[in-house]
């Protein structure tokens, strides 16, 4: 078995061909499906910011409907299931064990997602993200839609298969390193998160093949946000994940404190299932205590999780500049941080506007009362762009830049460039976001093509400050779309053109 | 390291810096989690939960009778009703309007029921941003006083098709009859 293996020169990872392949045609197709995705955004948002309005009224609600798909779907669970092989085997140093599954899995994601891809465009399905019932879209949608998510379930199952015989050929002795732990979370997470999709897709796909007359739509409601918000929860562990091993991989640092770092995982898979019903404060049906137990019980308890890594990981990063001698002062450490490093810069950004942006605004919007005087508004989308944008994507970002040395053995092309891209990308973001959660506090609402109205029966007439905070959002976008095309750049091309690294 | 296993015995005590953050955090986390119920039973403004299920066609019905019993006028082809606040108001979304135009008194307690002919809308209350859902099968019921006088609009903020853009109805609050 051991000609399989290659050691990686400045790590001394172990590597095997199988997860190598893996890793890399996952990384791409999460390179691809981001640049898909961020393309449409640019239509998105100039179309949304008023003063340009460029794209026609469906291609409008198209390009919104696949730039959730593709930014948020694709490109995110692409980078995953990469990480899943990542911290399943190279981590442990043991082999892929299945990697025809990883290949059935990768193929089953890539055809769902095409073909949602190919139905969005020809119009077959103008339904949102969401496609809440009674909205019906072409029957294929949903298809690609189950298949995606099989792709995905089957990605995530192998890492519980890679870890289980890792043990037993002694990649691990006793508990998996913190990085796998928190991929661990992401996966159980993951297949809690693709039974909720299952259970409402697969009606949904018979509804629309009329073979069952109605799906009841505030079950819809409960049962599609089972998927869609806890598949976020995905997203925060695997992005957790990243953060604590982007300062092992740059700083050598190690986690304070293994017990509290693994503590405030184990509190994500406990109780951010039942904490999504936030998306349904303001829906008829459920129970006014039925919704306030679990936004506010079971909520806290997961933004306890997110507290302890908030200090678990700035505290790793200071130990291990102190340890490197950078001593004077309570901030020399933090004055000598390699800035100029992408992936560091990436995590710090991420960390960063994930807790500020996205993590207290959640909470926010996520109380009962408030959620009355934000629902439905551009506010909850800069809200997750906060999240998931900010947050998810900017440190994906910076792990591709230690990732492709890694596991394609090529150097980071423009450096110069590359030390720059999270600065651009996460300003971009972090504008865009302001833009739209201030625009949104004055009601401008989400998912709409014309907020002056034109063609209505009556007009309405927002507080005119929304111009210049939709300008923001514009400007904001332009900047991340331009810091998107050079992370696209910076990946395909170190991936094609980037100087080999010899062993 | 993160990328390494963990030394044998990892359960280890919290150093005091990381005792003060976590308990800190866990109380602030506590006072949120106690502060969101009691809010609810003190604060003046609440989501409703108050439902009922019903057919297209019967609450088609509650809102013709509504127009019938109550119309004082009509706006670019809309009814314009002034309902009394014994008897409950109905409001009714459909592709692509909301129907009719209401006409409320201030410092009345009305119940505002909300339902859908069709599919999913999303009701905005605007300028003072307020928003539900509006889903088809169910009643929804607000308990709403008005506390300002003079127009508001309401727009569709769930995605509904190509006409969503152009959902928009009104709603008046006028100063109580002496």
Redesign the interface.
């Known amino acids: 078995m051991a000609s399989i293996f290659r050691t990686d020169p400045s790590t001394g990872?172990k590597i095997d061909r199988a997860s190598e392949n893996l890793i890399r045609w996952n990384l791409i197709a999460a390179l691809a499906t981001l640049a898909v995705g961020g393309l449409l955004a640019l239509g998105v948002v100039l179309t949304r910011w008023p003063s340009v309005h460029l794209l026609p009224?469906?291609y409008y609600?198209r390009f919104l409907t696949l730039h959730g798909i593709d930014a948020l779907l694709a490109w995110i669970i692409f980078f995953e299931i990469a990480l899943v092989h990542f911290t399943s085997t190279v981590?442990l140093g043991t082999r892929s064990y299945v990697p025809w599954l990883g290949w059935l899995a990768f193929a089953l994601m890539l055809i769902g997602g095409g073909l949602i891809n190919v139905i969005v465009l020809m119009g077959g399905a103008?339904?949102?993200f969401t496609s809440?019932?009674?909205?019906k879209a072409d029957p294929l949608y949903y298809i690609g839609v189950i298949l995606f998510a099989v792709g995905a379930l089957l990605g995530f199952i192998i890492f519980f298969i890679n870890i289980v015989l890792s043990k037993r050929d002694g990649g691990?002795?006793?508990?998996?390193?913190?990085?796998s732990f928190?991929m661990l979370a992401a996966s159980i997470i993951g297949v809690l998160t693709l039974a909720h999709g299952a259970a409402i897709f697969i009606p949904t796909l018979l509804w629309a093949l009329d073979f069952i007359p109605w799906v009841?739509?505030?079950a819809y409601?409960l049962v599609f946000w089972g998927l869609g918000h806890p598949s976020q929860q995905i997203n925060v562990s695997a992005m957790v994940?990243v953060w604590?091993?982007t300062?092992?991989?740059v700083l050598?640092?190690?986690?304070?404190?293994?017990?509290?770092s693994?503590t405030a995982f184990v509190l994500y898979i406990l109780f951010i299932n039942v904490a999504s019903e936030h998306h349904l404060?303001?829906?008829?049906?459920?129970?006014?205590?039925h919704?306030?137990v679990n936004?506010?019980?079971m909520m806290?308890?997961a933004?306890?999780a997110s507290?302890?890594h908030a200090?678990?990981i700035p505290?790793s990063i200071e130990v291990a500049l102190r340890k490197q001698g950078y001593t004077r002062g309570l901030f020399e450490w933090l004055k000598k941080a390699p800035w100029g490093n992408p992936a560091f810069s990436g995590m710090a950004i991420s960390i960063l506007l994930f807790g500020f942006l996205g993590g207290i605004t959640g909470?926010i919007f996520g109380?009962?009362?408030f959620?009355?005087?934000?629902?439905?508004?551009i506010a909850i989308t800069g809200h997750f762009h906060g999240t998931v944008v900010a947050g998810t994507t900017v440190a994906f970002m910076g792990f591709t830049y230690l990732l492709i040395p890694y596991v394609f053995r090529r150097e980071i092309i423009w450096k110069g460039f590359a030390s720059i891209q999270p600065y651009l990308y996460g300003t971009g973001v972090a504008l865009l976001s302001i833009g739209m959660m201030s625009a949104g506090?004055?009601?401008v609402?989400?998912?709409?093509?014309?907020?002056t109205?034109?063609?209505?029966?009556?007009?309405?007439t927002?507080?005119p400050s929304i111009d210049m905070f939709l300008s923001m959002m514009g400007v904001g976008g332009l900047l991340a779309v331009t810091g998107g095309v050079l992370y696209i750049l910076l990946g395909f091309g170190s991936i094609i053109w980037g100087k080999k690294i010899e062993h | 390291m993160a990328i390494y296993e963990p030394e044998r015995v990892w359960w280890n005590p919290l150093s005091k810096d990381e005792r003060i953050w976590v308990a800190l955090a866990l109380i602030w986390m506590l006072v949120s989690f106690i502060f969101m119920p009691i809010y609810h039973l003190v604060g003046a403004q609440n989501p409703p939960a108050e439902t009922y299920s019903v057919s297209a066609e019967d609450y088609d019905k509650l809102v013709e009778g509504m127009i019938a019993k109550y119309k004082v006028g009509e706006e670019n082809g809309f009814p314009v009703v002034h309902p009394s606040a014994d008897e409950p108001v109905y409001i009714r979304a459909s592709m692509w309007q909301w129907y009719p135009i209401v006409e409320l008194e201030k410092g009345k307690t009305y119940k505002l029921h909300l339902s859908s002919m069709d599919i999913q809308h999303g009701f905005s209350l605007l300028p003072i941003n307020m928003n539900l859902m509006v889903l088809p099968g169910y009643d929804y019921v607000a308990t709403i006083t008005p506390t300002t006088s003079g127009e508001f609009h309401v727009v569709c903020n769930e995605f509904c098709g190509v006409g969503h853009h152009m959902m928009v109805g009104k709603m008046y609050v006028k100063e109580p009859a002496k």
Request: proline share 7%; charged share 20%.
């Open positions: 990872l009224l469906d609600y981590i103008d339904v949102m809440y019932v009674p909205l691990y002795k006793r508990s998996l390193p913190l990085g928190g009841d739509p505030a409601r994940a604590y091993m300062v092992a991989f050598g640092g190690k986690p304070v404190n293994e017990k509290l693994r404060l303001v829906d008829p049906v459920l129970s006014t205590w919704k306030i936004t506010s019980y806290h308890l933004v306890l507290m302890i200090f678990a505290a909470v109380t009962e009362q959620n009355i005087i934000r629902h439905n508004t506090s004055f009601g609402p989400r998912r709409h093509y014309d907020i109205f034109s063609g209505a029966p009556f007009s309405f927002f507080d």
